[in-house]
């Protein structure tokens, strides 16, 4: 009978834990993000205090929240998506989720890093690469184009994390490149030739630093976010920048899109802007590593200067919304 | 409910069926979800991705799995039972509460630790080692329970017939605990099926894999909600399985028949090795995460904790659990009631239906509530009641397993004595049965409030907006690799957790951990 107590208590908390919770809802502009908030979470703080108003933000995963966006439909509360990835607008973009964004904010980045349908656009870039761990791999042994990595020379040294959004936006790319079965021949080569399988990014660099692998498909500033936490004498594994192209040289971007509870949102088109602005995109250069897509902000210092990149493969990042092809060819061989 | 207590123990009242229906049917809610998702892909779509290869290795790697930590479980439950529950131990009170903190450990942290140590440790039995380690208290609490009260007779009759203390002791207390274990193992075995964390981690492809990544990509609802369907398929004839195991094994032996507590037993020789083996469970379920997380704490430069967050995240755990555990008892109530006190096909089949929502991965049980509630009930979008609503079609089967024992362990003589004294059925449920499963009823809350605390997906989806938990908080941190400035949640969420763990270690309410 001793344990009546602790469950009259639970029972309690159960009662005034709805009164706790009930404090949202009247924010004035209500973000999901898809970026981590370790790494947004500043730069929204920021934006808060600037515009004086009050922000609540939904951190999770991108794919994961617009699937959740694409549940919520028109009822959805959100105003603003703040995606990782291309390919998560562009579905969005698809389901007619978004709505049009100024001639202005479309206008601060290139063209190919925002959407044809003039309704997201890219806000920082990053680029596929080759990582590496030097103390088992020459540079100079590195192919300069990812297809080389279904040859023998490579079998089980090689790490993907196909479930990755960044992963499948990259094949997307090769199967809008290369066609279909270019891209199909690549990913069962690879299965063929061991390859390894991780569940994202972050892992296969901890593989990496580890010597579990010796080669791993990522994107560039995963490095960064490494070397602020370990401190960058204590990071060994290195980035190769594959020249332009090849779908291995993709340069993806992470952007913004208002969605239709945003739509009659000022503060929605403020933070569109904000996200574009020159400040903006140098915090994001420091913070987060990636490129600046906006003209006239300096890079980071240790990459290659992304016009040097040049686009990657030229891919309309539009296009690469077909993931649904990408995860019916990722399913038929198995991957996923 | 006015036959509650009355003599025709076959035909449950009417007005009982119907209330556990009812809560059965609202923890089948996702299942709903998963039959109009996948009717309107229609079968031609439907068909190729049900039979595929693929579908059928996940599968296979998904039972393998749950056998195995089943296995695993009775294999360190059983024997750590009967060690703190009959052997004379040195700090006895310890080693009963380190047999149930791997309760507190969530299976993400457990597989995070070993990979830290062990890199090498991926795929199958690495996968098969953490769950079985983290679940094995499911196993323990019940046995243990049964064991203090086990009749110790027949037990001494075999030793005057001659039997060594070994073969006696197993003989005589095997049958008795069996059917405490195995419900203990279902619970395992259910936990192993629905787990995403580990089997990620550890790299190991299985059916919530499966899932989980259907929606990732390209949200593919139709192919996830089909293999959900599959798993939940797979999840019932587990249930099944127990059911027909349990049948048996309960017309075999008498569980816990109420004999004179027998005191423990020195073990002699034994005990050094007796000792070794709690250490080492010990070691590998709580000793491997401490000193993972501390070595990452010591690597990292982003060690600051910003004690703010941590206890407003502590906070939001323990309340938004509280209350999961809640709404989850109120539901199980009326099941469990009808499981304990009645036999037949309506009241095992209701039963067997509040299991199916378990084995359903958080992801799936999330976006359904999101379906649900922005269609049936906007008021409750992201309101911490639909919350606590995925966590009670989560958790329901632990909490309807210890009413339901809580309730059989009510003497019918005691009720229908009440009854002749003159009170009524309904104040002889309210003042004799329930005051006497009460300890097993709170056990079965605290269960699930602690699995509550550790579940991550649905709470990342389903969590009033701007509401932070523990868990929410590891992920967000280790997602981008600041393992230094995670560890404080990941240490709390385990001490917070620790707790009810404790609560549900000490004599008297263990029982309800599990049935």
């Not at chain 1, 061991?194 to 500033?221: C, F, P």
């Not at chain 1, 960064?224 to 971007?253: C, D, M, S, W, Y």
């Not at chain 2, 379920?285 to 703010?308: F, I, M, R």
């Not at chain 2, 906070?315 to 009808?338: D, E, H, K, N, R």
Request: hydrophobic fraction near 50%; glycine fraction near 10%; aromatic fraction near 6%.
């Amino acid at each position: 009978m001793r344990i009546t107590r602790p469950l009259l208590g639970l029972t309690g908390l159960a009662l005034v834990s709805p009164l706790l919770a009930a404090c949202g809802g009247d924010a004035d502009l209500v973000i999901y993000s898809g970026r981590n908030e370790e790494l947004v979470g500043g730069i929204i703080e920021e934006f808060e205090e600037q515009e004086g108003i009050e922000v609540e933000v939904r951190y999770g995963d991108t794919a994961e929240l617009a699937a959740q966006v694409a549940e919520e439909g028109d009822s959805s509360p959100a105003d603003v998506f703040f995606s990782q990835d291309a390919g998560a607008l562009g579905l969005l973009s698809e389901e007619g989720l978004l709505t049009d964004l100024s001639e202005d904010d479309l206008g601060r980045v290139p063209e190919v890093y925002a959407s044809t349908e003039g309704d997201w656009v890219g806000v920082t870039g990053r680029v596929r690469v080759i990582a590496y761990d030097p103390d088992q791999v020459e540079e100079s042994e590195l192919p300069d184009d990812v297809a080389a990595f279904t040859e023998p020379e490579w079998r089980g040294r090689v790490a993907i994390a196909p479930t990755n959004a960044s992963f499948q936006t990259f094949i997307t790319a090769m199967r809008v490149n290369d066609g279909e079965e270019a891209a199909r021949a690549f990913l069962e080569g690879l299965i063929a030739n061991d390859v390894e399988i991780y569940e994202h990014n972050l892992a296969i660099l901890d593989a990496l630093e580890a010597g579990e692998v010796e080669v791993g498909l990522i994107n560039h500033y995963y490095l960064h976010e490494k070397k602020i936490e370990l401190g960058e004498e204590n990071v060994r594994t290195q980035l190769k920048f594959l020249p332009p192209g090849t779908a291995g040289a993709l340069v993806n971007v992470a952007g913004v899109g208002v969605l239709e509870g945003g739509s009659d949102n000022e503060h929605a088109d403020a933070f569109v802007e904000y996200l574009l602005s020159d400040e903006t995109q140098a915090e994001f250069v420091e913070v987060t590593g990636e490129y600046p897509l906006v003209d006239g902000v300096e890079p980071p210092a240790d990459v290659p200067p992304l016009e040097e990149l040049g686009g990657g493969t030229g891919i309309d990042l539009g296009e690469l919304s077909s993931l649904d092809e990408t995860v019916d060819l990722l399913t038929e061989v198995g991957l996923i | 409910m006015s036959t509650l207590a009355a003599h025709r123990p076959d035909r449950p009242p009417r007005l009982l069926v119907a209330v556990a229906l009812l809560c059965a049917a609202a923890a089948a809610c996702p299942i709903a979800y998963l039959a109009i998702r996948t009717a309107q892909a229609g079968w031609s779509d439907v068909r190729p991705l049900l039979l595929r290869d693929r579908t059928l290795e996940l599968g296979l790697n998904s039972l393998a799995l749950c056998g195995s930590v089943a296995l695993g479980s009775l294999v360190i439950g059983i024997p750590t039972a009967w060690l703190v529950t009959r052997a004379r131990l040195p700090w006895a009170g310890f080693w009963r509460v380190v047999a149930a903190l791997p309760l507190a450990m969530p299976s993400y942290v457990a597989a995070y630790a070993w990979l830290t140590f062990v890199p090498g440790l991926h795929g199958y039995w690495g996968t098969v080692l953490v769950l079985t380690l983290v679940s094995a208290p499911y196993v323990t609490l019940p046995v243990a329970a049964v064991l203090r009260r086990a009749d110790t007779d027949v037990e001494d009759v075999a030793r005057t017939l001659g039997m060594g203390p070994t073969r006696a002791a197993v003989a005589t207390l095997l049958p008795q605990v069996l059917p405490a274990a195995t419900a203990g193992a279902l619970l395992a075995a259910l936990y192993a099926l629905s787990d995403f964390g580990a089997p990620a981690l550890m790299r190991h492809q299985v059916f919530t894999y499966g899932i989980q990544h259907a929606y990732k990509i390209g949200f593919d609802r139709t192919l996830a909600a089909v293999m959900a369907l599959v798993l939940a398929a797979m999840a019932l004839a587990v249930v099944l399985g127990e059911r027909l195991f349990r049948g048996r094994a309960e017309r075999r032996g008498a569980s816990g028949s109420g004999g004179v507590p027998a005191p423990p037993r020195s073990l002699g020789r034994g005990l050094p090795v007796a000792l070794a083996l709690l250490g080492i469970v010990a070691v590998a379920t709580l000793g491997v995460p401490a000193a993972a997380l501390a070595v990452q704490s010591a690597e990292s430069l982003s060690t600051g904790v910003v004690w703010d967050e941590l206890g407003g995240a502590a906070a939001q755990t323990v309340a938004l659990s509280a209350a999961g555990a809640a709404l989850t008892v109120l539901l199980a109530l009326p099941i469990g009631i009808l499981a304990g006190r009645f036999r037949g096909r309506v009241a095992a089949s209701i039963e067997s239906a509040s299991y199916l929502g378990n084995a359903i991965p958080g992801i799936v049980v999330g976006l359904a509530l999101v379906f649900l509630t922005i269609n049936l009930l906007p008021g409750l979008y992201q309101t911490s009641v639909a919350l606590a609503a995925a966590y009670a079609v989560m958790f329901l089967p632990k909490a309807v397993g210890a009413v339901r024992t809580g309730v059989q362990q009510v003497p019918r003589d005691v009720e229908e004595a009440a009854r002749v004294l003159g009170r009524g059925p309904v104040r002889v449920w309210a003042t004799v049965t329930a005051r006497i499963a009460s300890p097993g009823i709170a056990a079965g809350a605290l269960l699930v409030m602690l699995t509550a605390m550790k579940e991550l997906p649905a709470t990342l989806m389903l969590r009033p907006i701007g509401v932070e938990t523990l868990a929410t908080e590891l992920w967000s941190k280790s997602a981008v690799g600041s393992y230094g400035a995670a560890a404080p949640y990941a240490v709390s969420l385990v001490l917070v957790a620790a707790l009810p763990a404790y609560l549900l270690s000490r004599p008297g309410t263990e029982r309800g951990a599990a049935s």
